[in-house]
């Protein structure tokens, strides 16, 4: 380079400035190659953490492990079952002794007396049960009658009213309304009024 800040003849030659935008692009080109050299951007603390800490890895001798620990575990239970029927078959008080007549003494009629006392009062218990049950099962049925009969009569109502809203909105072509059906209306409601009336006074 020159002292006025040129740029020299050798620099000419060989192609290269090393000032202005030339010179920046070099730098980012040879960064860009030193890091694809060494196998891109570090790693943060956090991903290195992580990646040590990660055990994704095949391990056979775990496997085993494991393996075996179940078998054991299933030869332990099967061992405590097999105990445990011994156990229920050398229990004495499991085996069922016959009595004799012989050998009945008045505590075994005691004891019998008392099972039949038991038997009457589970018999009444049944007994109870069944009556309140039925008297449940009654009660239910009637009030199903009830509300099936509010429904009916319900319906009734509803389908009178349509019946005579239709009546009365009917119109004529020129969209009069159709005075029979409201004159048969109220004709009706009068009469009905009259047999009211006629009923109370009578009482």
């Known amino acids: 380079m020159k002292k006025g800040g040129g740029v020299s003849e050798e620099a000419k030659k060989g192609g290269k400035k090393f000032n202005g935008p030339d010179s920046i692009k070099y730098k980012k080109k040879m960064k860009k190659k030193n890091m694809q050299r060494l ?29 075996e620990f179940y078998k054991n575990a299933k030869y332990v239970q099967k061992f405590k079952r ?41 018999q009444s218990l049944e007994e109870l049960y069944k009556k309140k049950h039925e008297e449940q099962e009654k009660a239910r049925l009637e009030r199903e009658a009830i509300i099936q009969a509010a429904k009916e009569k319900r319906e009734k109502t509803d389908a009178k009213r349509k019946a005579l809203k ?23 409601t009068i009469e009905n009024l009259n047999k009211a009336n006629k009923a109370t006074s009578s009482t």
């Open 39 to 67: 196998g891109g951007a570090g790693l943060s603390l956090e991903a290195f953490a992580n990646a040590k800490t990660r055990n994704d890895n095949y391990n056979p001798a775990l496997i085993k492990k494991q393996r």
């Open 82 to 122: 097999s105990l445990k029927h011994q156990e229920k078959q050398n229990d004495p008080s499991t085996i069922a002794r016959p009595l004799e007549d012989e050998n009945e003494t008045e505590e075994d009629r005691n004891v019998e007396q008392k099972n039949k006392k038991s038997k009457k009062k589970s």
């Open 166 to 188: 239709e009546k009365m909105y009917k119109k004529t072509k020129s969209g009069q309304p159709v005075m029979k059906y409201r004159i048969e209306h109220m004709l009706e």
